[in-house]
């Protein structure tokens, strides 16, 4: 009664894989050349596939690829749940920037997404991130994690551009993120310095592997293997 459901399966498993393999080689490109600069035809070579398989899986074309990458990246994916809200905060910036280091997609997402023309072409993150962020800074502030005075919303928005700042300017100045962790560490600690209740900030973790020890626990937890070139 089974025997029947291999080969679909099988299908199934050879279109996640085409499709991963798209947007791997999306990223890369996405990465290298930007937003206009990535060809489809490109995309395709690269990816091994052919043109009829692309656009099965992105009839969309570019934009459709671009929106993927940028929902299947920037997620909160190993974040758990603290007792300290703002622990939450900086387990936040510091797994993505262990992904960073290791993953081409996010390098490609965190491209597209500060693109002056991102909004209109395929959307941004960045409104779900501040979101989140401010989220995190009310509780904490509810629970009496913050200093009087502070607003989560305004520090929600510098949280984010301070982030992406910071990882920005580590490349263009040194030409590699090797030490985006450390340096994403200490902005949370120099930031958590001004805002957090001097009772709670020596409760919170700023060690720069943090963010790696979470998303590796997370991949073991679901026997996920690690995405693009992570190793």
Known sequence: MTEPQKPRRRQSQRAKSTRQQIMSAAGLLFEEKGYEGAAINEIIELAGTTKGGFY??????????AVAILDSTLTMDGLNPQELKL???VDTGAILAYRITKEASLRA?????IHKNARDAYGTPWPNWVTINTTQLTEAQQNGELRAGVSPAEQAYQIAGAWAGLVLISEAVEGHLDNVEERVARMYMNLMSAIAHPGTLPEIDFSADRGSRLYTAHLEQKNTPPPDDMT
Not at 56 to 65: A, D, I, K, N, T
Not at 109 to 113: D, E, F, H, T
């Open 87 to 89: 622990q939450e905060v």
């Open 109 to 113: 997402a965190l491209r597209l997404s």
């Open 56 to 65: 099965f899986h992105f009839p969309g074309g570019r934009r459709e690829l």
